[in-house]
Nanobody, 128 residues
């Protein structure tokens, strides 16, 4: 069992920045992919970004490419999402997730049911 805890959400004006953090309960991982999804009211949970075990490979939704950056901590049990140039349409609950099945990356990772464990979510609200 893996527990994930997100932090860093909040209220920000359009054009502002936020940094989300996610810490996993288990220290030792191998070959897992970590990622972020988000869910706005009345909408399905959607893929935001993901990163491979060594942090060298990253993946982004087109809607956040160039504005969001995903990184992993040195201990490999943390993942961050730096969000810049935020827009009102970025408003959502952001969820941290892991796929313990590991690589290779495939199109299935764009779908929430591929991922194994989820955090409770952190609210991000962007005002216009």
């Amino acid at each position: 069992q893996v527990q994930l805890a997100e932090s860093g959400g909040g209220l920000v004006q359009a054009g502002g920045s936020l940094r989300l953090s996610c810490a996993a309960s288990r220290r030792t991982f191998s070959n897992i992919i970590m990622g972020w999804f988000r869910q706005a009211p009345g909408k399905e949970r959607e893929f935001v970004a993901a990163i491979g075990w060594n942090g060298a490979t990253t993946y982004y939704a087109d809607s956040v490419k160039g504005r969001f950056t995903i990184t992993r901590g040195n201990a490999k049990d943390t993942v961050y999402l730096q969000m810049t140039s935020l827009k009102p349409e970025d408003t959502a609950v952001y969820y941290c997730t892991v796929d313990t099945g590991g690589p290779p990356w495939s199109s299935r990772h764009y779908f929430a049911d591929t991922w194994d464990y989820w955090g409770q979510g952190t609210q991000v609200t962007v005002s216009s």
